[in-house]
């Protein structure tokens, strides 16, 4: 409340610039979280994405793919990736065979010199344009419709993987 009447006694009126720089810390902070965790013991990080059972007995099934996952993908900047992350857990998207082979071979896969120009152009250089690459794979990963979220929902998340070769 103080803040509200803070705001008020200023003269704003139209309060999201602070809700939007609000949400933009603690995404932040969220990711050095998560680093943190994993460079200490990560034990914790099924924690700290607040993954239910189902979520956290897929984390233990696919831990080094999610602690390189982590490692090479979640920076502040890429932030939105952590809520990826945790919806492909918490949905048990791993579990189905095609989807593990194909993060790992997404991780060590090049990008050619086009790609990762236009991803700098777009968003800069740091992070780089593979964790941002990576990072846009896993929020499409974890939104319940995959690719077609919003626009075609008679799709799934499996066709959507054959269709980009993932």
Not at 88 to 102: D, F, H, K, N, T
Not at 117 to 132: C, I, N, V
Not at 134 to 142: A, D, K, S
Request: proline share 7%; aromatic share 6%.
């Amino acid at each position: 409340m103080k803040i509200a009447e803070t705001l008020k006694e200023m003269g704003v009126d139209v309060s999201i610039p602070l809700f939007e720089k609000t949400v933009e810390w603690a995404e932040a902070i969220n990711a050095a979280l998560l680093r943190h965790l994993l460079a200490e013991d990560d034990y914790l990080i099924s924690e700290a994405l607040g993954l239910s059972s189902t979520g956290r007995d897929c984390f233990i099934c696919y831990r080094k793919l999610c602690s390189t996952i982590i490692e090479k993908s979640i920076y502040p900047e890429t932030a939105q990736g952590i809520y990826g992350l945790a919806l492909l857990l918490e949905r048990g998207i791993l579990y189905q065979p095609p989807v593990a082979p194909a993060l790992w071979r997404q991780l060590g896969l090049p990008l050619s010199a086009l790609a990762a120009e236009r991803l700098m152009l777009a968003f800069g250089a740091s992070p780089s344009p593979e964790a941002r690459l990576l990072e846009g794979v896993l929020c499409l990963l974890g939104q319940p419709l995959g690719v077609g979220q919003g626009n075609n929902p008679h799709l799934s998340v499996d066709p959507c993987l054959i269709d980009v070769g993932l």
